[in-house]
């Protein structure tokens, strides 16, 4: 029932980012998000970044075999293994869930966080990122003061039309990954278009009964594994 990891969680996109740092900070997690190992590729000029530049910022999915090896490796080290980990943006296909399993990581819970498409769009294309401190803002949720505002940056793969590309690719293999092996009877869909409070509600919900499942022992010596993922 679980993998070779403490406690770990997936997610898919949008809705993901913000709830994904609360639930890490609440639960002292690891935060491993898929789109930050590459653009820490594409920022290192490494052949594995050229390649999957062009294809973020077209909206594609960079190809199985390369996430997977900066995944499997990321979850190799050591916070991940003593700690636990929130895997933020992956699985997103069939063939990365069965390279997970194949990875012998084995998720406790699964939780999918459902979430209308044009609330995603917004959510995602108001994002602004601060180029000097790296930073994350929101025109709506989160207003930058008005003397950066000038300098902030929308990223690439942000943008409304790039979203949408994102969301019709990640329907197409949505169902597929929630039914993978080793995934399907962990799943825990919870309504992510609501209050946050309600959502955090559901989310601890699932937590202990995964650990009331995993027994208190071995939830003290491991934590429990959690994938969170998001639908739309």
């Known amino acids: 029932m679980a993998s070779s990891g403490a406690d770990n969680k997936l997610t898919a996109e949008a809705a993901a980012s913000g709830l994904a740092v609360r639930i890490v900070t609440e639960h002292g997690l690891v935060h491993i998000s898929v789109g930050d190992l590459l653009r820490a590729e594409v920022a290192a000029g490494s052949e594995l970044g050229r390649q999957a530049q062009g294809?973020?910022?077209?909206?594609?999915?960079?190809?199985?075999?390369?996430?997977?090896?900066?995944?499997?490796?990321?979850?190799?080290?050591?916070?991940?293994?003593?700690?636990?980990?929130?895997?933020?943006?992956y699985p997103r296909t069939a063939a990365q869930a069965d390279a997970l399993a194949a990875a012998g990581v084995r998720p406790d819970v699964v939780l999918?966080?459902?979430?209308?498409d044009d609330v995603l769009v917004d959510r995602v294309a108001g994002r602004r990122l601060d180029p000097e401190t790296g930073e994350i803002w929101h025109l709506a949720f989160k207003p930058p003061p008005p003397e950066i505002a000038d300098r902030l940056v929308q990223r690439a793969d942000d943008t409304e039309e790039t979203v949408r590309r994102r969301l019709i690719n990640y329907k197409l293999h949505c169902e597929a990954v929630k039914s993978a092996p080793g995934l399907a009877g962990r799943l825990v869909e919870v309504d992510g278009d609501r209050a946050e409070e309600a959502v955090g509600g559901d989310i601890r919900a699932a937590l202990a009964a995964a650990r009331s499942a995993a027994g208190l022992e071995y939830w003290r010596q491991r934590a429990p594994v959690l994938l969170l993922a998001q639908g739309a």
């Open 55 to 89: 294809i973020m910022d077209s909206g594609g999915l960079v190809p199985d075999d390369l996430v997977a090896q900066l995944v499997r490796d990321r979850l190799a080290q050591g916070d991940a293994q003593q700690r636990g980990w929130l895997l933020d943006g």
């Open 112 to 116: 999918s966080i459902e979430v209308p």
